[in-house]
């Protein structure tokens, strides 16, 4: 089976940084596209960032874009979210989602998913 496990959530204040790791088994990465989606309380899951698997081009939602860095790392299996100059609003559960193909920015577009990291930034 393939699952994707998220770590290094947590509580930050406003201004600070996280990184957010998602380890994948079952099936390497390496072929595919690889995601980060979040949730707010009360609101939808909307999409955050993807990488690329051809040459790792990156995409970020523009309330994101210029704060985090996405990356991964192919002979760990891992993709990783570098959140920097965190707000109130990152607030979310983020979600690692895995093994797309295309529609990279919505959510339809992923075969398997994290169990979600909660990240706190207090305002």
């Known amino acids: 089976q393939v699952h994707l496990v998220e770590s290094g959530g947590g509580l930050v204040q406003t201004g600070g940084s996280l990184r957010l790791s998602c380890a994948a088994s079952?099936?390497?990465?390496?072929?595919?596209?690889m995601g980060w989606f979040r949730q707010a309380l009360g609101k939808e899951r909307e999409f955050v960032a993807a990488?690329?698997?051809?040459?790792?081009?990156?995409y970020y939602a523009d309330s994101v874009r210029g704060r985090f860095t996405i990356s991964r790392d192919n002979s760990k299996n891992t993709v990783y979210l570098q959140m920097n100059s965190l707000k109130a609003e990152d607030t979310a559960v983020y979600f690692c989602?895995?093994?797309?193909?295309?529609?990279?920015?919505?959510?339809?577009?992923?075969?398997?998913w994290g169990q979600g990291t909660q990240v706190t930034v207090s305002s």
């Open positions: 990488i690329f698997w051809t040459d790792f081009s990156t």
């Open positions: 079952g099936r390497t990465i390496d072929s595919y596209t």
């Open positions: 989602a895995g093994y797309s193909r295309r529609h990279y920015a919505e959510a339809s577009g992923y075969a398997y």
